[in-house]
């Protein structure tokens, strides 16, 4: 059964970095593009991020663009997020999540950490 | 990049079938056949429930179904069961490697 386990949330001060590991097992990880998605509390879900499978293309919703990095280390079956110039608006629940082989859904998703901004 | 609209909430008897709209743009449900519907418990992880409009994954009950309608997209749940409260999402691709969701919609059994 495919495994998504996030790590890395925390609390941090407005204007700091963070960064997030999402370690993935039993499917070929670089064979699937691999996206961040996030909850803030009490709200909906909002896509943030997408790498494609090889890790040269990359797409970020405008909320984060500039701010935050998606990579991904294919030898580790590791998705990362490297968050920077974090607002209080940042604070969600992280989910990290398989993209289907056909690229229109996100088949499977791991349990979420929780990024907290606040002074 | 405006999130999908869907009722804050919606409420049924066990046994009863409910609908929840999910309604966006030419942009996005109205320009692909790319809507998929999340069931999420508190505290936990969304589960996919329908993918491309109407298709189920492996294992999920065909008391789900799918749906859409020029710019709006539709999951209905039949022979409500208690196990069938949560709240529920829909998401639609909106080209370019890029998704937009629903507010989600918490249903009451």
């Known amino acids: 059964e495919v495994q998504l386990v996030e790590s890395g949330g925390g609390l941090v001060q407005p204007g700091g970095s963070l960064r997030l590991s999402c370690a993935a097992s039993e499917f070929t990880f670089s064979n699937y593009d691999m996206s961040w998605v996030r909850q803030a509390p009490g709200k909906g879900l909002e896509w943030v991020s997408t790498?494609?499978?090889?890790?040269?293309?990359?797409y970020y919703a405008d909320s984060v663009k500039g701010r935050f990095t998606i990579s991904r280390d294919n030898s580790k079956n590791t998705l990362y997020l490297q968050m920077n110039s974090l607002r209080v608006e940042d604070t969600a629940v992280y989910f990290c999540a398989k993209v289907s082989s056909v690229t229109t859904f996100f088949d499977y998703w791991g349990q979420g950490t929780l990024v907290t901004v606040s002074s | 990049q405006s999130a999908l609209t869907q009722p804050a909430s919606v409420s049924g008897s066990p046994g009863q079938s409910i609908t929840i709209s999910c309604t966006g743009t030419?942009?996005?449900?109205?320009?692909?056949?790319?809507v998929s519907w999340y069931q999420q418990h508190p505290g936990k992880a969304p589960k996919l429930m329908i993918y491309d409009v109407s298709k189920r994954p492996s294992g999920i009950s065909d008391r789900f179904s799918g749906s859409k309608s020029g710019n709006t997209a539709s999951l209905t749940i039949s022979g409500l069961q208690a196990e069938d409260e949560a709240d529920y999402f829909c998401?639609?691709?909106?080209?370019?490697?890029?998704?937009?969701f629903g507010g989600g919609t918490n249903l009451a059994v």
């Open positions: 998401c639609s691709y909106a080209g370019g490697s890029t998704w937009v």
């Open positions: 030419s942009s996005d449900v109205g320009g692909y056949n790319y």
């Open positions: 790498l494609s499978g090889g890790g040269g293309n990359s």
